[in-house]
């Protein structure tokens, strides 16, 4: 499994990239996974619905499925904050390449979405782990830089820079141990 982050503020562009990406890498026959970060409490259930009904009696997890998806929805007692690594551990082994959006302070390596016009600060000249640099106006980069530049606008490009570089985004989770 490849694993590659998508860091950047709000506004940057990082949802558009990554829903630009994945018809691009399942167009080379590629299973696509993604993992969200959410700042916020957020709900993927109903009220109403069952699912909704078990977890507001009281359950810890409630697991829907049917022939084509599953979902799992998880209440923890104390606020947690899961690691990137911890819902890692939680897909299905059959994926090709997960796609990580948030998670910026994150040890994955990861392409920033930069963009001046949201008058943010880059975060590559004082984070290891970006590995590229995706933004729609290289020349207005704050600082030089040796890392890839890549054209943020260019989304078939990124996915081939992605598969042509897929080494550099090898994951072993025998290196990430996990502690809650």
């Known amino acids: 499994m490849k694993v590659v982050g998508f860091a950047g503020y709000s506004g940057s562009g990082k949802t558009t990239l990554v829903e630009q990406l994945i018809p691009r890498l399942r167009a080379r026959g590629l299973r696509v996974s993604v993992v969200k970060h959410a700042h916020h409490r ?11 009904r078990h977890r507001e009696a009281g359950a810890f997890e409630v697991v829907i499925a049917s022939g084509r998806r599953l979902a799992l929805m998880r209440e923890f007692e104390q606020a947690a904050e899961l690691s990137v690594h911890h819902l890692l551990a939680e897909l299905w082994d059959g994926v090709d390449w997960v796609l990580v959006e948030g998670f910026r302070g994150s040890d994955l390596p990861k392409i920033e979405v930069w963009r001046p016009a949201t008058d943010q600060p880059a975060r590559y000249p004082e984070d290891d782990f970006i590995a590229a640099i995706a933004t729609d106006d290289a020349a207005a980069l704050p600082v030089p830089t040796l890392r890839p530049v890549l054209d943020l606008n260019n989304a078939e490009a990124i996915a081939q820079w992605l598969i042509d570089n897929g080494q550099r985004f090898d994951y072993d989770p025998e290196r990430y141990p996990l502690h809650v």
Request: cysteine-free; proline content about 9%.
């Open 42 to 52: 957020f709900d993927i259930d109903h009220p109403g619905k069952d699912t909704f």
